[in-house]
Nanobody
Framework: QVQLVESGGGSVQAGGSLNISCVIS????????MGWWRQGPSEERDVVAR???????HYTDSVKGRFTIFRDNAKNTLYLQMNNLKPEDTGMYYC????????????????WGRGTQVTVSS
């Protein structure tokens, strides 16, 4: 059974840092296809950072240089270290994962956590 559980969200002031995590249970973790999405107030859910095929990493432009995605295979856990947070980073952060299609990570993921809220005040 696939389960994704996020934690670590909270409220911080602009310029602060947070590290959010996602425990991924089930064999899906070994696919390496996983990432973080964000949904702000009245916004669509958009990718923040994700692992691509071949372990390449994609970051959305607005977080480059400030956020780092990484994982701890011993703990089946995905992380997102967020530094120099800005009010526009506010939103619900979702962890997502999926199995490979042959050798590639799919463009869209089918397995999602319930999210963890990040609020950045100015």
């Amino acid at each position: 059974q696939v389960q994704l559980v996020e934690s670590g969200g909270g409220s911080v002031q602009a310029g602060g840092s947070l590290n959010i995590s996602c425990v991924i249970s089930g064999s899906i973790y070994t696919s390496g296809c996983m990432g973080w999405w964000r949904q702000g107030p009245s916004e669509e859910r958009d990718v923040v950072a994700r692992f691509m095929t071949g372990d390449r990493i994609h970051y959305t432009d607005s977080v480059k240089g400030r956020f780092t995605i990484f994982r701890d295979n011993a703990k089946n856990t995905l992380y997102l270290q967020m530094n120099n947070l800005k009010p526009e980073d506010t939103g619900m952060y979702y962890c997502a994962a999926d199995r490979r299609i042959r050798t590639s990570c799919p463009q869209r993921f089918n397995y999602w956590g319930r999210g963890t809220q990040v609020t950045v005040s100015s």
